[in-house]
């Protein structure tokens, strides 16, 4: 199949705790992941995304490495604050006529002082 | 104007009225895409154009129509909508084709509520 999962939410956190949030994808071949994030009363916009395998990316204290052997590409950050409160969205894409993003159902994360 | 750019932000309309969704881009995208976004529900991808064709329409009711004039405008018509339709409306944009054609760039939305 072509299919994102991610965990279950909400995730709730106190500031400058680790987050880590477990995303798993099946896909034939190695397509690019991703990691979108919407905050509140925005669209969606790009975190960090990887094209590889053993690839990292990494963004605003974010990261997360492209794991072909379990199929994975969790997200992580050391310290969360209070305005990294959002939902996030894996994603991978699939090869059609176009490039058609696959996402996750999304991740919310709140960050409580 | 930078981005892309969604017209209104929020839509109050009854089940007999009909209404458009606009969206604007300013990246020089080439694709443009109609989201639906639901609460306790995955994001679900409606119609995609690619180079002004339509190249995707996941069965969405025909109560919504698209239209995209030219690769920097997409619209989305609306009439006789049902109260379950009421949802966020996310248009987003790609460069089909580019170095980062798999990087979309979404507009905030337009919340819909179907009364």
């Known amino acids: 199949g072509n299919s994102v999962t991610q965990m279950e939410g909400p995730v709730t956190l106190s500031e400058e705790a680790f987050l880590t949030i477990n995303c798993t994808y099946t896909a034939t071949g190695y397509p690019s992941l991703f990691w979108y994030v919407q905050y509140p009363g925005e669209g969606l916009q790009l975190l960090l995304k990887a094209t590889k395998a053993d690839d990292k990316g990494s963004n605003k204290g974010f990261e997360a490495t492209y794991r072909k052997e379990t199929t994975s590409f969790h997200l992580e950050k050391g310290s969360v604050q209070v305005s990294d409160s959002a939902v996030y969205f894996c994603?991978?894409?699939?090869?059609?006529?176009?490039?058609?993003?696959?996402f996750g159902p999304g991740t919310s994360l709140s960050v409580i002082p | 104007e930078t981005g892309v750019t969604q017209t209104p932000r929020h839509l109050v309309m009854g089940m007999t009225n009909k209404k458009s969704l606009k969206c604007e881009q300013h990246l020089g995208h080439n694709a443009m895409y109609w989201y639906k976004q639901s609460a306790k529900k995955p994001l679900e991808l409606m119609f995609v154009?690619?180079?002004?064709?339509?190249?995707e329409n996941n069965s969405v009711p025909s109560r919504f129509s698209p239209e995209c004039p030219n690769s920097s405008h997409l619209f989305l018509h609306l009439h006789t909508l049902q109260p379950e339709d009421s949802a966020l409306y996310l248009c987003a944009s790609s460069q089909a084709g580019g170095g980062e054609r798999d990087i979309q760039y979404f507009g905030a939305g337009t919340r819909l509520s179907v009364l």
């Open positions: 154009y690619s180079l002004e064709e339509r190249v």
């Open positions: 994603a991978r894409i699939m090869k059609t006529s176009y490039d058609k993003v696959i």
